[in-house]
């Protein structure tokens, strides 16, 4: 795999620029403006351009790629601010106002030494962490915008080292382009809100699960429990996905221990079960299913494509996910939809033009695809993510909204791309050979 040839004093500056950037930024609003807020907001983009400068550099000195994953990556975190502003300017901050504003009147409360009442999932965990970082940091909406655009950096940061440790013989500059510069993972991930934090788990604990593959290590362990432990009480559905998933992916995980392997194999089996059943049982309150029978699940999500097909003009009628033909259609729904023809706004139009492309792209890489499907059985990691995919999609049936699908999808696109760039590319013939196997045209007779 060849890879991109920069000269020192183009890595250096690439480095350097960053840094310098933020720093001048920084310092400049620190002298000239007395808007408290900007302030703040520039303290937090100078810290985290100097902490992204010792990770990134970190992480690309052992990659393969190298110079081309560093110069990737400090590109990512600049469109994913730049997201941030397309968000703040384009009014896709609904969700954020609402965190902002319930973060400074928890922070309020802290600072006169009194405990917020909050409710156990979801929201009430967002609002409680703005409340607490503006309560460390002080006030400011665009400094903890930038805080959770970073995190959402992370994620994919995380999600690119999984890709890379349980796929050795990927494409990794194809997962590597797809995962920090695909619009979505872009945009979603670049505000205050549940995704970026749901991206950063979800990486975490795809990670971990990446390590298990090569042993049953302190590390492992512990991202994988991080992840999931981080998920639970912003989307606990999706972390019983991803719970279920593991356990799929634990029945044919390799372990090499000897006489021990059996006994170390239904152990870990064990516990990966009662967890999922754990993390599902949460999930079930959450989501209000009192049981978790075939009956009971279809009906909540009849349920749900009614309620989310009222939201303003990006409502549809969802497919049936009870007939073979509406579990077919759901794939490409999930993924691709709104199709050029069904959008109706700008947003929807931009979310129409990422489906195609990488429907196009699918079908490009059709053939990476069908391998990692017929290697479902065979390597743990390609069903974890085979599994995720699927139930993923299963219950997104219930969402009859383009907006919501579009936004929540990012936590789908990370496996869904690792499908798409199992196989590596295929490498190319220098031309002299080209020439040499070409046959010998043919004469006719006069």
Known sequence: MSSVVFSRSTVRTVLALPLFAAAALGVGLLLGSKDLEATRAATILTVLVATSLVLFTRVASRDPLGRALLVVLWLSFALKLG???????GGLLADAFAYNNAGQRIAEELARGEWPQLGEYGTAYIRLLAGLVYYAFGVSF??????WTWLGMVGLLFFYLAFRMAFPLGHHRLYMLLIFLFPSMLLWTSSLGKDALMVLFLGMAAYGAARLRHGLGLPAVGWLALGLLGMLPIRPHLAAVFAVALAASSLILPIRAGLLTPILRVAGIGVVAAVSVLIVSTARGYVGLEELGTEEVFAFIERQQEFTAR?????????????????????PTVLFRPFPWEAHNANARLAAAEGFALLLLTLYRLRSVRAALGAVFRHSYVLMVVVYALLFIFFFTAIGNFGIIARQRAQLFPFFFMLLAYLPPTPRRPAAARLQHRPPATRTAP
């Open 311 to 331: 939201f303003g003009e990006s409502g549809f009628q969802q497919v049936n996910p009870r007939s073979p033909v509406g579990v077919a259609l759901a794939i």
């Open 142 to 147: 665009s400094g903890i915008s930038i805080l």
């Open 83 to 89: 997201a941030m502003t397309y968000r703040f300017l």
